[in-house]
């Protein structure tokens, strides 16, 4: 009898300590759980945003607030869409843009069979994620050393799934942290400030105007009078034409064109012996504006 009692007293030890090595288990994946889906919202929020510049900040808030209620399978799909796939083109129309935009995005241009692959990586891990926080007890006999030791060793195999996951994760906000890093130093360079600078006139109303008027306005020859598109623009644009000019420091139309580099332009002799300016899109870099 008293073997009996010492076997028993050994076997709830022995299923006493499995368990809370189980327990240990459940505690370290679910943190893992957790830190993946950190990992996800830190990447859902560098990957992309766009916005009027004075209100970047408050896009940025408002985008974090959304995140950060999010579940699991919705982050993995909104990390797919931004972290794998292009930007789709915006709906704004150009009238609605009061000031300078900008808009940053870094994504990773991958073939179909990594992108369904990435995918199917994802719905694992969330499957897997749901199943250990809301279906683990039916399936576990806290009574039975072989039950506890099975749901122990499938904790282990989720574990190496989770970290090989965090590692992947780790590495792509370290690529697009070197890459925001790059882009952060071009646009402080007197390069990138020029670059922006030129962004700024070339999808201001103005120029997307004389853009507008070249295309629907131009003679047989495809040149347009820049006098007749100035007063166009004077007549329509009065004010943005001011303002705009002023900013860049030019005081003529004919500078501001020059200024822009999105057209040619030539002068030719009128029949009253003066000249007037002609000017045209260049085709290889009037898509900026489109």
Request: proline share 2%.
């Amino acid at each position: 009898m008293k073997n009996s009692n010492t076997e028993l007293s050994e076997t709830e030890k022995e299923l006493s300590s499995i368990k809370d090595e189980l327990f240990r288990k459940v505690g370290r994946n679910l943190i893992n759980y957790q830190t993946i889906e950190q990992l996800l919202k830190q990447l859902i929020l560098s990957s992309r945003i766009s916005g009027p510049i004075s209100q970047l900040e408050e896009i940025r808030k408002q985008k974090s607030e959304e995140v950060k209620v999010q579940t699991m399978g919705t982050l993995a799909g909104q990390f797919i869409e931004n972290t794998y796939q292009a930007p789709k083109a915006s709906s704004n129309q150009q009238a609605e843009i009061k000031e300078t935009h900008l808009s940053t995005s870094f994504y990773f241009d991958v073939s179909d069979d990594v992108l369904e692959s990435r995918k199917a990586d994802l719905k694992k891990i969330t499957d897997a994620r749901n199943n250990l926080v809301h279906h683990l007890l039916p399936r576990l006999d806290l009574n039975s050393i072989e039950s506890c030791l099975a749901i122990s060793r499938e904790l282990d195999e989720q574990r190496e799934e989770q970290s090989k996951e965090i590692e992947h994760l780790i590495s792509l906000i370290k690529q697009i942290g070197n890459s925001m890093k790059e882009y952060t130093e071009f646009l402080k360079s007197d390069e990138g400030y020029k670059l922006f600078e030129l962004r700024h006139l070339q999808q201001s109303k103005v120029v997307g105007m004389l853009l507008e008027l070249s295309e629907t306005q131009s003679r047989p020859d495809g040149w347009t009078v820049l006098d007749n598109s100035t007063r166009y623009i004077k007549n329509n644009l009065a004010d943005d034409l001011v303002k705009i000019k002023q900013y860049e420091g030019c005081k003529t139309m004919k500078s501001l064109v020059i200024t822009s580099e999105l057209f040619d332009i030539v002068e030719e002799s009128t029949k009253k012996g003066g000249t007037r300016v002609l000017y045209r899109a260049k085709p290889d870099l009037s898509h900026i504006y489109h």
